[in-house]
T-cell receptor
Framework: AQSVTQLGSHVSVSEGALVLLRCNYSSSVPPYLFWYVQYPNQGLQLLLKYTTGATLVKGINGFEAEFKKSETSFHLTKPSAHMSDAAEYFC??????????FGQGTELSVKP | DAGVIQSPRHEVTEMGQEVTLRCKPISGHDYLFWYRQTMMRGLELLIYFNNNVPIDDSGMPEDRFSAKMPNASFSTLKIQPSEPRDSAVYFCAVRAGMNTEAFFGQGTRLTVV
């Protein structure tokens, strides 16, 4: 069965610093992987996704993620954090039946 | 499409009462999911449908919870009777296929007192 582990429930960075949010997955089939962002009192919205093809995926708001099959990882990065990036971030994997399984989430804080 | 529409946005009810949460999905999306989000347990998948048929309800916590999707345009999640531990934000989401993104509604914040 597919599963997702996000390392670190809280990450704090300074404005302008690198953002790195970690995600490892478990999948018995080639995975479809997603990162979502949730702002307070809102639903989740897609940042980026990996299905097939290029392993470095670019998303909205300057975020990108790299699929590394050998490490079963799909870490999310942004070169320079902005105050508006403060939110909760979720990594997700889709199984062959269409089920979308989410990690526990990582809350990102950005300090001025 | 206006997106996934959930109603009500907020619900406060007394313990023991029946609660019905509603979801109007985007047309053309074959999968519909109900999730529950709490601080303690994060985002939990309760049940999902494919082409209006329930596929996996293993996440439904108890028999007090039930979900229906009578047609492609509407789904409900019912809790009867409700308990304070059911207090959470409930999300409805849809997706077109296994390699596509899911679109989420704004959620229903349920408080059971």
């Amino acid at each position: 069965a597919q599963s997702v582990t996000q390392l670190g429930s809280h990450v704090s960075v300074s404005e302008g610093a690198l953002v790195l949010l970690r995600c490892n997955y478990s999948s018995s089939v080639p995975p479809y992987l997603f990162w979502y962002v949730q702002y307070p009192n809102q639903g989740l919205q897609l940042l980026l996704k990996y299905t097939t093809g290029a392993t470095l995926v670019k998303g909205i708001n300057g975020f990108e993620a790299e699929f590394k099959k050998s490490e079963t990882s799909f870490h999310l990065t942004k070169p320079s954090a902005h105050m508006s990036d403060a939110a909760e971030y979720f990594c997700a994997v889709s199984d062959e039946g269409g089920k979308l399984i989410f990690g526990q989430g990582t809350e990102l804080s950005v300090k001025p | 499409d206006a997106g996934v529409i959930q109603s009500p946005r907020h619900e406060v009810t007394e313990m023991g009462q029946e609660v019905t949460l509603r979801c109007k999905p985007i047309s053309g999306h074959d999968y519909l999911f109900w999730y529950r989000q709490t601080m303690m347990r994060g985002l939990e998948l309760l049940i999902y449908f494919n082409n209006n048929v329930p596929i996996d309800d293993s996440g439904m916590p108890e028999d007090r919870f039930s979900a229906k999707m009578p047609n492609a345009s509407f789904s409900t999640l019912k809790i009867q009777p409700s308990e304070p531990r059911d207090s959470a934000v409930y999300f409805c989401a849809v997706r077109a296929g296994m390699n596509t993104e899911a679109f989420f509604g704004q959620g229903t914040r349920l408080t059971v007192v």
